[in-house]
Structure formats: structure tokens, C-alpha cells
């Protein structure tokens, strides 16, 4: 179950599948960590699990030196195809493959970042505590760690449920089913994807996927947290340091620092 990453089918829509969410916004998120919690000039960031470079890239837009690493080979030819047409060429940037739980890129980096429930890809605990320690290790002293997970009190109350999107397209429309899951004992939401590409009414792309994400609870991600060496230095709604979390808050931002 840990073994998990998009298929070539699913990342080719990947973009038009999440065109509505607002990484421009948790970018500005992100620049908020920075000034409030680094004592440091933040000026290189580590992103892993960096998908199709939608953090990435506006991030080295903004000046920053962005390395980004993703298991999926398909997700990065989409990474550096984006980067290519939206840069202007004086960008700082790259892409490698890579696993989350195991990256020693031989230098340290101001920020690590693991974005889009990234950690609850890692759904058991050795290898969250992998890919906890691997941030660490990639990580200068008193440097900047983020992520965004699915919050356990909110999952358990709010509950995953059966979805219908349909995004149009140029002569067609993308269409994604999903149906969750929970595996309670396991701390784990299962969500099944079955994706359908129509052009003129033609079936042209279908993808099948099924994606484990384990959601967190607060002592859990403090013992993960001081047990890779990282300091919990705060949790909050994504979006608003300031907003403490509910059960209604299904995603979290997670803030620690390098010990």
C-alpha cells in the first residue's frame, strides 16, 4: 500500500483535474511561513513530492532556488514541460525523481516542503517516519519544514463521500469519479479515481487509480515531528497560521523547524 504514485493516464489530466485549486494562494501561505518562523533569509527550497511543479514553479517565479523531486516519472515530464513554456529563463529550478523517503541530495536546503498531503502518502508509520527524517536530513539547522495533511478529527467527523467533476475542455470534457473510504485502524482514507478524456464525444484517455492518504492527529504528528528531530512549531487551517483547527477543517498546515 505504501508503494503509490499516479499512472501515466491519471497525470496527463493531473492539471486540468486540479485547475481550481489555488497554489498561487498557498504560495503566498508559504512566503507567510517563511517571515514569521525562519530566522533566517529563506532563498532554497526543497519540494518533494513536487507532482507536475504547480508549487514549484511559482515559487521560482518569486525568486526562489527550487529543486523539485516526485516519484513519478510522468508527473515530472509534465513539471518540466510547464516550466519551460511559464518561466522566463533566469529561474533557479529542477527536477529529479526521487522517493520521499529516502533522499540524501548532499546539501542542505533552507526549506523542505511536502505539499499536497504528500506525508499521508506515507501510509505506515516507518515510513512517515522516513520521510520525516529525510526532510530533516535535507534540511539546514533552524531550517523550514511544511506540509499539509489531512486533519483525523475532521475526516472522522466529516467522513469522505462519492464525487462527480466534470471540467470542459477545448472540444470535450474531462470527467473524474471518486468514491472513499476509511480504514479506521490504519488511520487511512481510500480514495478510488476513475478518470474519462471525451474529445468530440470520442473516448481518448481512462484511468483507474486508487490512492491511500492517511490523515493525522495531533499528538501523533508531534511525536513523528520530535522524533525526526524537528521542532512543532505550529498548526493551523491551511491557509491561516492564525486559525487553530476543528473538526471541520479537513486540511492542515503542519510547520516545523530543523533542530
Known sequence: ???????????????????????????????????????????????????????????????????????????????????????????????????????????????VLMMFSVLGLQTTNSDVFSALCSARQNLRPGGIFVCDVWYGPAVLTIRPSDRIKVMPIENGQVIRSASGSLDIIRHLCGVHFHLWRLHNSKLVNEADETQWTRYFFPQELSFFMEQANLELVNMSALGDLDQDPTDETWNIMVVGKAK
Open 1 to 111: 500500500m505504501s508503494e503509490q504514485g499516479f499512472g501515466q493516464g491519471y497525470s496527463d489530466e493531473y492539471d486540468i483535474v486540479y485547475g481550481d485549486k489555488d497554489y498561487e494562494a498557498e504560495c503566498n501561505s508559504l512566503e507567510a511561513v517563511f517571515s514569521r518562523y525562519s530566522s533566517a533569509p529563506i532563498k532554497t527550497i526543497l519540494d518533494v513530492g513536487c507532482g507536475t511543479g504547480s508549487h514549484a514553479i511559482p515559487l521560482a517565479r518569486r525568486g526562489y532556488k527550487v529543486t523539485g523531486v516526485d516519484r513519478s516519472q510522468g508527473m515530472l515530464e509534465h513539471a518540466r514541460r510547464k516550466a519551460g513554456v511559464q518561466l522566463l529563463g533566469g529561474e533557479q529550478i529542477e527536477f529529479f525523481q526521487g522517493d520521499a523517503r529516502s533522499l540524501d541530495l548532499s546539501q542542505k536546503f533552507d526549506s
